[in-house]
């Protein structure tokens, strides 16, 4: 049963990651005023698969100089990790499938949240290492750079969502979703970015968007900048692993973003039964949506940040910003109790 | 099922093994790690007596003890990363002048 | 059964992450090792019921003060170990004297130890208070208050500290 369900949601994982990049090219194509993948089938939906092919059929060059096992190691770290932090996240309340029972989870730990936080911590190092073992000054750059700022922003990262903790005392993902059920009496949702936690959903966009190495914060990865950063010396299906890591990073903080902050899958439920069997599952997918089109929309939009401005950003403003959500909110619990 | 002196032993030789590379190795960013695996050793010590007693106490100190590994080591690398820029070199047995 | 397999399987990569540290002449392949034996280590504080610390262990230490480590010897560019003769005389009496500390301390342990087995009371144990998050958090706050609150101070002793020392060096030194 488990099996099953791995199978099925690394499939649709997958297929999530290669459809963002579509959504982002056509996105911010339109944005800039072009069209975006149009020639490969019908509204260029076919551009992931024919990319997919390209980079399988591609010549995968190794440069001589580099040093090998950790060249070839660095996107097979950064795509695992990236891949496996979906184990732990919760899509919707269980369904009941022929006599079964099945909840819409891989596995429910109940510290759950920890196990992505470790996930994205650890995932730092496919671009360290990335960027060292390529033995060029300009990917050794990118690296170092790369690995800085993610672990800086990590500590943000982390601290906003301690203000959502103490709200739901737990740290089971679904016990947090489930925690933001119901409604304010204005027919307002319960969701913790309106109970308060709009500084540290803010801190959390920051901080995604700084881990995901996604412009305002790509610096690291910038091709007017460091060549291309730390993936400069990598070709065909490494590359691709690199890309297929950072989106499915993307998806994942996306997934996060939900279930803390605005409600997971709680929605208008209605129906008959096979209806609201799903209709949870398409509100975690619509919201997530909305978070990553959120993501493409600032691509589209803002400059890059310059390295020392980036990381003032992140310890002089952020951090204390967390901090200080985290302090306020833990006297609004306290007081309450 | 698992003896707690299992886990001792393991932690023993986590700590043998520390102790020699902080001997053996000559480069101070070597010596540095060796002393990071004895933290650990130590660490696995405390979590086992925390299982064995019932005691959360154990699984509390290890906090503490990641928490001086984490100031020391950035002390460290940042010791470590003053002397490369004196001295140009990262081997210890080079470090032998008072005065360059 | 699976408990003593799952502790055999970790504790085989620890041991051996350990000795790969030792023998790796290059730096950045003794941090990897070092971070093998890191995560499996967290991997026996789940066996413990530890689930916590597991997760800290991973996040902190495997993946903040490890990259730390990494992050230095990449900018320091450092290299291959040279064997020195200070270094030939440490592995000649170190490494036996180690060896045979480490073996004592192994056979007092075993020899006595008569207490009962670990695992099944620490894993089957009530997951809401053992190893769980809010109970560690209720100690800290009321038993282990004052090193807390000492060990904050630690940490911005050691930022500053970090941050003064990596600094590079000011104005008076570049007329030389």
Redesign the interface.
Known sequence: MSVIKIVLVVVILLTAVAYTVWLERKVVGHMQNRWGPTRVGPFGLLQPAADGLKFILKEDLTPPHVYRP?FIAAPIIAVTFALSSIAVIPFGTEIRLFGLTIPMQITD???GL??V??IT??G??GI??A??SSNNKYS?LG??RA??QM?SY?LSL?LSLVGVLIMA?T?SLRGIVESQSGHFPIWLPHWNIFRGQIVAFFVYLMAAYAETNRIPFDLPEAETELVAGYHTEYSAMKFAMFFMAEYANMVTVGCLATLLFLGGWNGPVFGPAIVRAVLPIFWFVAKVFCFIFLYIWVRGTLPRFRYDQLMAFGWKFLLPLALANVVVTALVVALRA | MIPLSYYLVLSAILFACGVTGFLIKRNIITIFMSIELMLNGVNLSFVAFAAQWHALSGQVFVFFVMVVAAAEAAVGLAIIISVYRTRETLNVDRVNLLKL | MLHLLLFLIFGAICVAGAVNLLVQRHPIQSALSLIVVMAALAGEYLLLGAEFVAAVQVIVYAGAIMVLFVFVIMLLNAAEEEHTAGSRVAMILGVPGVTVLGLLVAWMVVQHSNSPSVSPAALYADPTTHGAPATIGTLLFSEFLLPFEITSVLILIAIMGAVVLAQKPQHGKEEK
């Open positions: 950790l730990i109940n510290t920890l196990v936080l470790g911590s650890v730092v190092y360290a290492l960027g060292w050794l690296g170092l690995s800085a672990m990590e982390g005392g740290f």
